[in-house]
């Protein structure tokens, strides 16, 4: 008989108990899944066999607990849209300011990029902008910042023929901000992103070492190799070569100088990739690997320990 070690004996105990969770789940669904034999667990759980995520949430991979948010009062919410001349469209934004607020006062910035399907309505899970800007973490008042939640579109942030709104936050939303007294200097701007809004948090930061003087990525979308990204998206990058020029970890020594904050879930698909990428952060970022999945549930568990770590380096 083998003789396992401690971490062994816990991944075994940890499987015998998922496997039975989706047997009892087989059993009792009226068919809805058809036991095949005895390797089906771990071909689905492998993801070679359609059905991980729903298998996820059966055996409670995804699971996530957090507190409830809190606020300290009611912000308030500047909302508008501007013709871009980098995404050759118009955009539409929103900027979150926190309880007081006073007219062209001068504040950090914190500019949040959405995820995949998102605009500046629902870049932030469970909150708004200007409930961002008030929230309470630990029991504490965050100091004061604003943030920038904006149109970028589905095309990860990179620039694309026509379409570069990586260049619309960078001189356009930016100093637009920055006219309102908005992370203008002497005051600093932070990046904030979920999955894609991740992977354009590390690409602008990279590309913009001197403008940026935080990052906080929660599950971020990073694919290291252009095969991986054309499967999963064929429209993320316009070619190889743009994907090689936008690599993200081969370009990770720019971050050398920039506070880097990084969240993701064991059971997210981006997980391993994130693992990879987190290797090559400077010394003394802060690096959050827990229970969880790519889904709502652990943003938003992950969003506060961001905006307190923003605020921080920010203030």
Same mark, same amino acid.
């Given at each position: 008989? $083998?003789?396992?070690?401690?971490? /062994? $004996?816990? #991944?075994? !105990?940890?499987?015998?108990?998922?496997?039975?969770?989706?047997?009892?789940?087989?059993? +009792?669904?009226?068919?809805?899944?058809?036991?095949?034999? +005895? +390797?089906?667990?771990?071909?689905?759980?492998? %993801?070679?066999?359609?059905?991980?995520?729903? =298998?996820?949430?059966?055996?409670?991979?995804?699971?996530?607990?957090?507190?409830?948010?809190?606020?300290?009062?009611?912000?308030?919410?500047?909302?508008?849209?501007? #013709?871009?001349?980098?995404?050759?469209?118009?955009?539409?934004? &929103? !900027?979150?300011?926190?309880?007081?607020?006073?007219?062209?006062?001068?504040?950090?910035?914190?500019?949040?990029?959405?995820?995949?399907? +998102?605009?500046?309505?629902?870049?932030?899970?469970?909150? &708004?902008?200007?409930?961002?800007?008030?929230?309470?973490?630990?029991?504490?008042?965050?100091?004061?910042?604003?943030?920038?939640?904006?149109?970028? %579109?589905?095309?990860?942030?990179?620039?694309?023929?026509?379409?570069?709104?990586?260049?619309?936050?960078?001189?356009?939303? !930016?100093?637009?901000?920055?006219?309102?007294?908005?992370?203008?200097?002497?005051?600093?701007?932070? =990046?904030?992103?979920?999955?894609?809004?991740?992977?354009?948090?590390?690409?602008?930061?990279?590309?913009?070492?001197?403008?940026?003087?935080?990052?906080?990525?929660?599950?971020?979308?990073?694919?290291?190799?252009?095969?991986?990204? $054309?499967?999963?998206?064929?429209?993320?990058?316009?070619?190889?070569?743009?994907?090689?020029?936008?690599?993200?970890?081969?370009?990770? &020594?720019?971050?050398?100088?920039?506070?880097?904050?990084?969240?993701?879930?064991?059971?997210?698909?981006?997980?391993?990739?994130? $693992? &990879?990428?987190?290797?090559?952060?400077?010394?003394?970022?802060?690096?959050?690997?827990? %229970?969880?999945?790519?889904?709502?549930?652990?943003?938003?568990?992950? /969003?506060?320990?961001?905006?307190?770590? =923003?605020?921080?380096?920010?203030?």
């Amino acid at each position: 008989m $083998k003789n396992f070690t401690k971490d /062994e $004996k816990s #991944n075994q !105990i940890s499987k015998s108990i998922s496997r039975r969770r989706f047997l009892k789940f087989a059993g +009792g669904a009226a068919g809805a899944v058809v036991i095949a034999g +005895g +390797g089906l667990y771990e071909l689905v759980n492998n %993801g070679d066999l359609p059905g991980k995520s729903a =298998l996820e949430q059966i055996t409670g991979a995804c699971n996530v607990s957090y507190p409830p948010l809190k606020f300290s009062g009611v912000g308030s919410t500047i909302k508008g849209s501007f #013709n871009s001349k980098f995404r050759n469209k118009t955009v539409g934004y &929103t !900027i979150g300011l926190p309880h007081g607020y006073i007219q062209n006062q001068k504040l950090p910035l914190i500019v949040m990029l959405h995820g995949y399907g +998102g605009n500046n309505e629902n870049a932030l899970v469970g909150m &708004t902008p200007s409930q961002a800007a008030c929230l309470i973490v630990d029991n504490e008042k965050l100091p004061d910042f604003a943030i920038v939640t904006v149109d970028g %579109g589905n095309d990860y942030w990179n620039p694309h023929p026509r379409d570069n709104p990586m260049a619309m936050v960078v001189d356009e939303l !930016i100093p637009m901000c920055q006219g309102l007294g908005l992370g203008a200097a002497p005051s600093k701007i932070g =990046l904030m992103g979920i999955s894609m809004g991740g992977f354009g948090d590390f690409l602008i930061a990279e590309r913009y070492p001197k403008l940026i003087s935080a990052v906080a990525a929660i599950s971020p979308a990073i694919w290291l190799s252009y095969d991986q990204a $054309k499967a999963a998206n064929f429209n993320a990058f316009a070619s190889e070569n743009d994907f090689n020029q936008d690599n993200v970890l081969t370009h990770a &020594t720019f971050l050398k100088s920039i506070p880097v904050r990084v969240a993701s879930g064991y059971d997210d698909p981006f997980y391993p990739d994130v $693992k &990879t990428f987190a290797k090559s952060l400077p010394q003394g970022s802060q690096i959050y690997f827990g %229970g969880g999945c790519h889904t709502g549930e652990f943003f938003i568990s992950q /969003e506060p320990p961001s905006l307190k770590f =923003l605020a921080n380096h920010l203030s």
